[in-house]
């Protein structure tokens, strides 16, 4: 297991090396810009083209791409991401104060959408075609469907500002009444889609025969729930999770926006605005590297779920 | 007779009644949104009457700049649906074009669509369909280009999973003995067969983008003001949040029903086409 984690590990360098590459054109792509909007934006008259084209060297603009390109990939192999054109800052030492509240956010959302989800398909699955069933159904479709930062907006209004239950927006000093309403709203489209996911799963482990077998066995509804279908349908969820995880990073953006809440999604958009090249390329290569990783860890857990994949780490 | 069964087939699908329904309603207001709409959507601008809560002529209220919501949310429809349309459009000609040449060429080609194919997935869509925004700058053309580049991977993925398994199908295998060449097989005999999944992710594609649109508009980098699109009605409409709520609710509810009719429709149309899923029903 431990040598399938290392090759797994070793598969992500190409993958990386393709993405910053690609990343990196598309950011870079427009000669200058970044240069000029940088401290151009707040003295724009003063400027003269020499001004400019001193700034262009101070930032290496001046060179080619693929030259610029081969020094990113030198730094990116040290975990130097460059220097923000406009804090003046590395960016590494940038993204290390953002990722923790980002991380925080996501998992919180993850946690929520496994909880509610997991237990809304199950509970669906199980009463198949009956009015529960229906409405859990509707409800998750309409889940899909949701803009997030409008449900947001709405819980920020009845909840914040009609009820006064929980603060709005910010990230106080990082305790859990500030996390609830950013979570819940990341969340509420992943509690769909797994409720769905979930549903579909145990509906189709039902009606295989190891069931039908433990049940002429003698065994309790509750423990073939428990022990077969839940754990056979673990493998499905767990994947859904997986994949959807680079989602749930990259929505960040969009809820961390909205209740002003100060991670790597926030800090991405800002720099984008700003023209910030350095920064946007961390924050993006950080949400992307995340997502990776989490997929690497769910593939390790499917060896703890299921021996049959165990056993094929040789 | 065939087609009397499948028309019983379509009425026994809630999912897909219901979504398209929603579905023909919204193309229908887009399309008379001239007629439909009290007011012009951007040049009706009375800062007499900014921010009038929801009553008459103003059914939805007015927002900080005095513009009838309800003509506002109307002409929106027009933004959603073709940013959604064009962009889907994009995707999924550049998936299938890929996907078929892909699963039926093979070798290096085949390789290197794959590996892209892999690298974009590993890319979570909106952060690719920023980064593009980041390079193009906002405004709606660049909104069609972005989002059109960034979600052909599973239509390519599908596509080049069944043009594998049809190239060594006997139709395709006889149309080879007749004589037609790869390229007209690929799009007379393989093209036409996958037209069903295709359908169903183009529909959820709408959908999504129609989501993603809203988002990029909502965070400043999608359609620009004064352009009535849902997204950036409630990125302004944020800061009026404790003034005048009733700007914040209805744009989010038309797209909410928007792309709720095409998820349903959508995963109407996988009851109905997706042969795996159809078994269940029976």
């Known amino acids: 297991m431990f040598g399938y984690a290392v090759r797994r590990l070793l598969q992500f360098i190409p993958t990386i090396l393709a993405i910053s590459l690609i990343i990196f054109v598309l950011l870079n792509v427009l000669p200058g810009n970044a240069a000029l909007m940088t401290r151009g934006a707040q003295d724009t008259g003063t400027l003269t083209t020499q001004d400019i084209e001193e700034m262009k060297k101070e930032w290496g603009l001046d060179k080619p791409l693929w030259y610029r390109y081969a020094v990113y990939l030198k730094g990116l192999a040290t975990a130097d ?31 929520i959408a496994i909880c509610l989800g997991v237990f809304l398909g199950f509970y669906s699955a199980l009463r198949q075609g009956r009015i529960a069933d229906t409405v859990t159904m509707i409800g998750a479709v309409s889940g899909v469907s949701i803009p997030q930062f409008w449900l947001g907006l709405l819980l920020m209004y009845f909840i914040s500002v009609k009820l006064h239950l929980l603060p709005p927006q910010g990230y106080g000093d990082g305790n859990l ?62 994947t859904t999770v997986g994949l959807q995880f680079g989602d749930v990073m990259a929505q960040t953006v969009i809820v961390e926006k909205l209740f002003s809440w100060p991670g790597i999604g926030s800090l991405l958009v800002d720099s984008i605005f700003q023209r910030d090249i350095p920064v946007t390329q961390g924050c993006i290569l950080v949400i992307i590297l995340t997502f990776l990783m989490v997929n690497l860890i769910v593939d390790l857990l499917y060896g ?5 994949i165990r056993a094929s780490y040789k | 007779m065939k087609k009397n069964k499948n028309f019983h087939k379509i009425l026994r699908q809630p999912n897909l009644l219901v979504g398209g329904f929603i579905t023909l309603f919204i193309i229908m207001v887009a399309i008379f949104a001239p007629a439909l709409a009290p007011f012009d959507p951007v040049n009706d601008a009375d800062l007499m009457v900014s921010e009038t809560p929801p009553g008459a002529p103003y059914y939805l209220g007015t927002d900080i700049q005095g513009r009838d919501i309800l003509s506002r949310v109307i002409y929106g429809a027009r933004v959603s649906l073709a940013v959604g349309l064009v962009s889907q459009t994009l995707n999924t000609i550049i998936g299938v074009l890929l996907g078929l040449s892909a699963g039926f060429f093979g070798g290096w ?8 194919t892999n690298v974009m997935l590993s ?71 996958i037209i069903g999944p295709i359908l169903i992710i183009s529909t959820l594609g709408v959908a999504w983008a129609i989501l993603l649109e809203a988002a990029l508009s909502f965070l400043g980098l999608g359609v620009q003001p004064p352009t009535p699109s849902w997204g950036a009605m409630l990125s302004t409409a944020r800061e009026q949040l404790f003034t005048a709520p009733w700007i914040s609710i209805f744009p989010g509810i038309a797209i909410f029903i928007t ?24």
């Not at chain 1, 220097?83 to 946690?111: G, Y």
């Not at chain 1, 509804?221 to 499905?236: D, F, G, P, S």
């Not at chain 2, 996988?270 to 899923?277: A, H, Q």
């Open chain 1, 304 to 308: 703890v779920i299921d021996p049959r």
């Open chain 2, 109 to 116: 080609w085949d390789d290197l669509v794959m590996g892209l």
């Open chain 2, 259 to 282: 792309v709720l009719g095409l998820n349903l429709l959508g995963d109407g149309l996988r009851d109905i086409l997706d042969p795996y899923t159809q078994t269940q029903n029976i």
């Open chain 1, 81 to 111: 991401l460059g220097n923000s054109f406009l804090r003046h800052e590395p960016v590494s030492q940038l993204l290390k104060h953002r990722i923790w509240p980002t991380l925080k956010l996501a998992l919180f959302a993850m946690l």
């Open chain 2, 123 to 193: 890319i979570p869509a909106l952060v690719f369909a920023l980064a593009i925004m980041a390079l193009l700058g906002p405004g709606l053309i660049n909104v069609f280009i972005a989002m059109g580049f960034t979600n052909w991977s599973f239509s390519c993925r599908i596509t080049r999973s069944q043009a594998l398994s049809a190239k060594n199908l006997d139709y395709v295998k006889a149309a080879r003995a007749l004589g037609y060449g790869r390229i007209r097989r690929m799009f007379t005999q393989v093209l036409p067969n």
């Open chain 1, 177 to 238: 009444t500030h996390i609830i309403l950013p979570a819940f709203t990341l969340g509420i489209g992943y509690v769909a889609l797994l409720a769905r996911t979930t549903r579909a799963a145990v509906v189709e482990i039902l009606t295989l025969d190891y069931i039908r077998t433990a049940r002429s066995k003698g065994l309790s509804q509750l423990l073939i729930n428990y022990k077969h279908v839940m754990r056979n349908a673990l493998i499905l969820i767990l």
